[in-house]
């Protein structure tokens, strides 16, 4: 089985997150292959932003998922390990990036985007990494309140 190591981001603007519909007509988070010497955090702030066009700061980490397909062009399995980052945007201008098969996207109220998101896996990491972002966000509050 072929191992690819990979990385992705959970992408947070207020109560908003951030989905893409892909060329199977599902929607998923913003992620890929670590390529040659790039660490884990550079690859998913540049699948972000290569992705959606969205210019996103890492907030936390949010953990780690993998799944299994069969690959038709290498005619062998492969198992994707997603390293995961929650990530904060400071706006809500996405765009899909089309020549890489995303027909639309952007950010979603989060119980429409839970409705939309093809796998369970993702709806479980979107619900855990908005609990840690709003966490996030009332820490920085009370911080700006002092």
Not at 18 to 44: C, F, M, S
Not at 79 to 89: A, D, G, H
Not at 102 to 114: K, L
Not at 123 to 130: D, H, Q
């Amino acid at each position: 089985m072929l191992i690819r190591n990979c990385a992705g981001g959970v992408v947070f603007k207020d109560d908003k997150v951030l989905i893409l519909r892909n060329d199977k007509d599902e929607w998923v988070l913003p992620k890929g292959k670590i390529r040659g010497d790039q660490l884990p955090p550079e690859t998913a702030l540049h699948r972000v932003q290569f992705e959606a066009g969205i210019d996103a700061e890492i907030v936390s980490t949010a953990g780690e998922t993998a799944y299994e397909f069969f690959s038709i062009t290498r005619n062998a399995p492969v198992c994707n390990k997603i390293t995961w980052y929650i990530m904060e945007s400071e706006n809500l201008a996405a765009d899909p990036n089309t020549e890489e098969g995303f027909s639309e996207g952007g950010f979603f109220d989060i119980a429409e985007a839970m409705d939309k998101i093809t796998y369970s896996q993702d709806k479980s990491l979107v619900s855990l990494s908005y609990k840690r972002y709003n966490e996030f966000r009332d820490y920085r509050e009370k911080l700006g309140a002092r």
